[in-house]
């Protein structure tokens, strides 16, 4: 291969992968298509061997700008679609279980718009039917556009949707029952899980077996990934390059040695043996599912084998450049998944610190170059993730460097030698039993990790010189003829993170309020420069989840949360809250029913914190004939002459009671119900005629909140109105003698407000 043709394949792929970006679903880039055709044509004409190159970019452009076009159309969100599908993963949750569909049919009623567009679904299915992957349903589902919450320094689970291929979400209807069309072939994959469930083994071990060697990434549970993710160890857990080069070196490795006892004269020149080592990466991966990250382990190891066996093989940059673009061709998706990013930019930091130098000799040889290499990667690595995640877990290089050959050379070995001698009675059982040994061992090191250094979440101003202080270690140290000086310099640099990563204060008499996007609910979280409070703790959803658990890394703190009433779409999240993080007081109307003690908020309480006034404005003390709506907890602050208003779910005959107490003008309101018509009166908007109005409610949700009556009263009020289902989160500050900007997390192209 000419040293020429990997760089401009991987460059055009990226080009055309890009291209499609830019263009985005609306199609931007449509009305240069005729210039760009011509541009093409000329290049063509000049240098007709650039076609390859324009095939493969053009290739790339097709495919994304084919994924924009897959979305659900925004005529059938919310409308009952027949479909015929096959059942590609299964989540089982309690009560529910989380299905990723492959649809083949989908049948709506004519006078809604045509739903052949749309092919990956991800649905959950209520109540205690069971489905296996493989199988085929016909079944009636309530869908909507991938969508997913927008709050600051968060997932992007809108933009996960759209890489993993998934057009559209939503449930599986009770009504019409679903229909079984046809059972599941298994797979090998699935024989293995089924005989893994089987095995006299603690049920962590067998999560943990399933998603070291068959993929199955998904029987991990949520306390699995939370440690995994606080140590920086999940690399350690999908099927990477780690798992798929070590089938492949441990294939290479037995074929040789057969090799060289059956020609001892000539078995370094045989090829079978690199042929099996690959056939096996190969068979590996497949038997993995062949996801991305096993798609992308495989094509990488494929690589490595071609290169190290030195037959007319590329040098490692060159096929570094050619795997990039062998993985963007058959998955262009894949230029947003940041996994890939970190496998290709360790990789070239592995290439840059070991060119030139000597493969490494012996046991002790072998171990300082893990130890090395370890030790230059972790920075940049830490790097990395800080700037996809926007956070960094502190203990990950030395838990890393314990954990990296512990997992590699003990557990995967262990793991993969249970499955070849599993046909033997009770020999496969003992060393899963060792196995289960060094799981605990394992499991051990990353509770104590997280205990003494727990995960890290710096504040947004932080981010940027963290990542360059790592990049400067990084490079200090694995960069040749580096001066010593520059090197310890970069090194006491780093030695201060500790006293850089401190919570972002303001300045005392200011308050920064932040609405949370949770969907249908509500979650208001109010900082000043030494108190944090909390008004509400989001929903909790019919299948567990709560939105509260994705906003924060765990062990926050909170001086009070205010729970204005246990509606599950205020409360839901009372138990993530109690769980993860330290609550100093608990506030809640009397009569509420909450799973945790609370102090009882009434009306005429008011305290100062910060140069901050706090008001409760109701419900009256004592007993009441109330309604759980009507008995929120209204909350008033104030500072300097702003006041914000949050009423809770109150209905208007409450409204009318607060408005003598209300403090005039209203900055910012938070209308009551999520603005459902039962709230926000016409004296009341009057009275308090907010500057701003927020409605904290769910993207088309069932309650078509908020109702057109109350937009319409707020608008003749001259207010300016925001949705955190269309904004996104809502933040802004109040600070005496300045005006309220409220600021968006989702900004609309070519329609953002101005108040």
């Given at each position: 291969?000419?040293?020429?043709?990997?760089?401009?394949?991987?460059?055009?792929?990226?080009?055309?992968?890009?291209?499609?970006?830019?263009?985005?679903?609306?199609?931007?880039?449509?009305?240069?298509?005729?210039?760009?055709?011509?541009?093409?044509?000329?290049?063509?004409?000049?240098?007709?061997?650039?076609?390859?190159?324009?095939?493969?970019?053009?290739?790339?452009?097709?495919?994304?700008?084919?994924?924009?076009?897959?979305?659900?159309?925004?005529?059938?969100?919310?409308?009952?679609?027949?479909?015929?599908?096959?059942?590609?993963?299964?989540?089982?949750?309690?009560?529910?279980?989380?299905?990723?569909?492959?649809?083949?049919?989908?049948?709506?009623?004519?006078?809604?718009?045509?739903?052949?567009?749309?092919?990956?679904?991800?649905?959950?299915?209520?109540?205690?039917?069971?489905?296996?992957?493989?199988?085929?349903?016909?079944?009636?589902?309530?869908?909507?556009?991938?969508?997913?919450?927008?709050?600051?320094?968060?997932?992007?689970?809108?933009?996960?949707?759209?890489?993993?291929?998934?057009?559209?979400?939503?449930?599986?209807?009770?009504?019409?029952?679903?229909?079984?069309?046809?059972?599941?072939?298994?797979?090998?994959?699935?024989?293995?899980?089924?005989?893994?469930?089987?095995?006299?083994?603690?049920?962590?071990?067998?999560?943990?077996?399933?998603?070291?060697?068959?993929?199955?990434?998904?029987?991990?549970?949520?306390?699995?990934?939370?440690?995994?993710?606080?140590?920086?160890?999940?690399?350690?857990?999908?099927?990477?390059?780690?798992?798929?080069?070590?089938?492949?070196?441990?294939?290479?490795?037995?074929?040789?040695?057969?090799?060289?006892?059956?020609?001892?004269?000539?078995?370094?020149?045989?090829?079978?043996?690199?042929?099996?080592?690959?056939?096996?990466?190969?068979?590996?991966?497949?038997?993995?599912?062949?996801?991305?990250?096993?798609?992308?382990?495989?094509?990488?190891?494929?690589?490595?084998?071609?290169?190290?066996?030195?037959?007319?093989?590329?040098?490692?940059?060159?096929?570094?450049?050619?795997?990039?673009?062998?993985?963007?061709?058959?998955?262009?998706?894949?230029?947003?998944?940041?996994?890939?990013?970190?496998?290709?930019?360790?990789?070239?930091?592995?290439?840059?610190?070991?060119?030139?130098?000597?493969?490494?000799?012996?046991?002790?040889?072998?171990?300082?170059?893990?130890?090395?290499?370890?030790?230059?990667?972790?920075?940049?690595?830490?790097?990395?993730?800080?700037?996809?995640?926007?956070?960094?877990?502190?203990?990950?290089?030395?838990?890393?460097?314990?954990?990296?050959?512990?997992?590699?050379?003990?557990?995967?070995?262990?793991?993969?030698?249970?499955?070849?001698?599993?046909?033997?009675?009770?020999?496969?059982?003992?060393?899963?039993?060792?196995?289960?040994?060094?799981?605990?061992?394992?499991?051990?090191?990353?509770?104590?990790?997280?205990?003494?250094?727990?995960?890290?979440?710096?504040?947004?101003?932080?981010?940027?010189?963290?990542?360059?202080?790592?990049?400067?270690?990084?490079?200090?140290?694995?960069?040749?003829?580096?001066?010593?000086?520059?090197?310890?310099?970069?090194?006491?640099?780093?030695?201060?993170?500790?006293?850089?990563?401190?919570?972002?204060?303001?300045?005392?008499?200011?308050?920064?309020?932040?609405?949370?996007?949770?969907?249908?609910?509500?979650?208001?979280?109010?900082?000043?420069?030494?108190?944090?409070?909390?008004?509400?703790?989001?929903?909790?959803?019919?299948?567990?989840?709560?939105?509260?658990?994705?906003?924060?890394?765990?062990?926050?703190?909170?001086?009070?949360?205010?729970?204005?009433?246990?509606?599950?779409?205020?409360?839901?999240?009372?138990?993530?809250?109690?769980?993860?993080?330290?609550?100093?007081?608990?506030?809640?109307?009397?009569?509420?029913?909450?799973?945790?003690?609370?102090?009882?908020?009434?009306?005429?309480?008011?305290?100062?914190?910060?140069?901050?006034?706090?008001?409760?404005?109701?419900?009256?003390?004592?007993?009441?004939?109330?309604?759980?709506?009507?008995?929120?907890?209204?909350?008033?602050?104030?500072?300097?002459?702003?006041h914000l208003l949050i009423t809770g779910d109150v209905s208007r005959d409450i409204e009318r009671r607060l408005i003598t107490n209300i403090a005039k003008p209203t900055s910012v309101l938070v209308a009551g119900h999520h603005g459902?018509?039962?709230?926000?009166?016409?004296?009341?908007?009057?009275?308090?005629?907010?500057?701003?109005?927020?409605?904290?409610?769910?993207?088309?949700?069932?309650?078509?909140?908020?109702?057109?009556d109350v937009v319409r009263r707020f608008r003749r009020q001259q207010s300016c109105l925001w949705n955190t289902a269309h904004d996104g989160a809502l933040q802004f500050d109040l600070r005496p003698d300045h005006p309220v900007e409220?600021?968006?997390?989702?900004?609309?192209?070519?329609?953002?407000?101005?108040?």
């Open positions: 291969m000419q040293l020429g043709m990997a760089l401009p394949a991987a460059l055009a792929v990226l080009i055309g992968t890009l291209a499609a970006w830019l263009s985005g679903p609306e199609g931007m880039l449509q009305s240069l298509l005729p210039a760009v055709l011509v541009l093409v044509l000329c290049l063509v004409a000049m240098r007709p061997t650039r076609l390859i190159w324009l095939v493969i970019a053009g290739w790339a452009f097709a495919n994304v700008q084919q994924e924009w076009g897959r979305s659900l159309p925004a005529g059938l969100s919310g409308e009952d679609v027949t479909i015929q599908a096959k059942v590609e993963s299964v989540q089982q949750e309690v009560g529910s279980s989380r299905l990723r569909l492959a649809v083949d049919a989908c049948q709506v009623p004519d006078y809604l718009p045509r739903c052949q567009s749309f092919t990956g679904v991800r649905v959950s299915a209520y109540g205690d039917r069971v489905y296996r992957v493989g199988e085929r349903w016909q079944m009636t589902l309530r869908l909507r556009p991938p969508h997913g919450f927008a709050n600051p320094n968060t997932f992007n689970f809108e933009q996960w949707l759209w890489r993993e291929g998934i057009h559209a979400t939503g449930y599986v209807r009770q009504d019409p029952a679903p229909v079984r069309l046809s059972e599941a072939t298994p797979t090998l994959r699935q024989l293995a899980i089924k005989k893994l469930s089987t095995q006299p083994l603690e049920e962590r071990t067998k999560r943990w077996l399933a998603a070291l060697t068959l993929g199955a990434s998904e029987q991990l549970n949520q306390e699995d990934w939370a440690l995994l993710n606080a140590t920086g160890t999940t690399h350690l857990v999908v099927i990477s390059g780690l798992h798929v080069g070590l089938v492949a070196s441990f294939m290479l490795l037995l074929a040789r040695l057969a090799a060289r006892l059956l020609t001892p004269t000539n078995w370094r020149l045989s090829v079978w043996p690199w042929w099996l080592a690959g056939a096996s990466a190969v068979g590996y991966a497949m038997l993995a599912g062949l996801a991305p990250p096993a798609m992308r382990a495989m094509i990488m190891t494929l690589l490595g084998l071609w290169v190290l066996s030195g037959r007319h093989a590329p040098g490692p940059w060159q096929a570094w450049w050619l795997a990039l673009g062998l993985v963007l061709i058959v998955d262009p998706l894949a230029l947003w998944r940041p996994g890939l990013w970190l496998s290709f930019i360790a990789v070239a930091w592995l290439i840059i610190i070991w060119q030139g130098r000597p493969r490494p000799q012996g046991i002790k040889g072998w171990c300082w170059a893990l130890l090395r290499s370890q030790l230059l990667l972790a920075p940049l690595m830490a790097a990395a993730v800080l700037l996809a995640f926007g956070r960094v877990a502190p203990g990950a290089p030395l838990v890393n460097l314990l954990a990296v050959p512990w997992v590699s050379s003990i557990m995967v070995p262990s793991a993969l030698l249970g499955w070849l001698l599993s046909p033997l009675p009770g020999i496969g059982a003992l060393v899963w039993w060792c196995f289960e040994l060094a799981l605990q061992v394992f499991y051990q090191l990353l509770v104590v990790t997280v205990r003494l250094v727990p995960l890290i979440q710096p504040p947004s101003s932080l981010v940027m010189p963290l990542v360059c202080a790592l990049l400067l270690l990084s490079l200090c140290w694995g960069m040749p003829s580096v001066p010593t000086w520059l090197r310890v310099s970069a090194t006491l640099l780093m030695l201060s993170l500790p006293w850089w990563v401190t919570d972002e204060s303001l300045p005392y008499g200011e308050l920064r309020v932040t609405v949370h996007d949770v969907g249908q609910g509500q979650l208001i979280e109010l900082r000043s420069a030494n108190n944090r409070l909390l008004y509400d703790t989001g929903p909790r959803f019919r299948s567990g989840f709560m939105p509260l658990q994705t906003l924060w890394p765990p062990s926050q703190t909170f001086d009070r949360v205010i729970v204005s009433h246990a509606d599950i779409d205020h409360a839901g999240g009372v138990d993530a809250l109690r769980d993860d993080h330290q609550v100093a007081q608990w506030w809640a109307p009397r009569g509420e029913t909450l799973t945790v003690s609370s102090n009882e908020c009434a009306a005429g309480q008011q305290w100062q914190r910060d140069g901050v006034r706090y008001q409760i404005l109701w419900p009256p003390p004592g007993d009441s004939a109330l309604s759980a709506n009507d008995r929120s907890c209204v909350l008033q602050v104030s500072v300097g002459g702003h459902s018509h039962t709230s926000s009166g016409v004296q009341f908007v009057r009275m308090s005629s907010p500057k701003h109005v927020i409605f904290s409610a769910g993207r088309n949700n069932a309650f078509n909140h908020p109702a057109d409220v600021i968006p997390l989702r900004r609309h192209l070519g329609s953002e407000k101005r108040c």
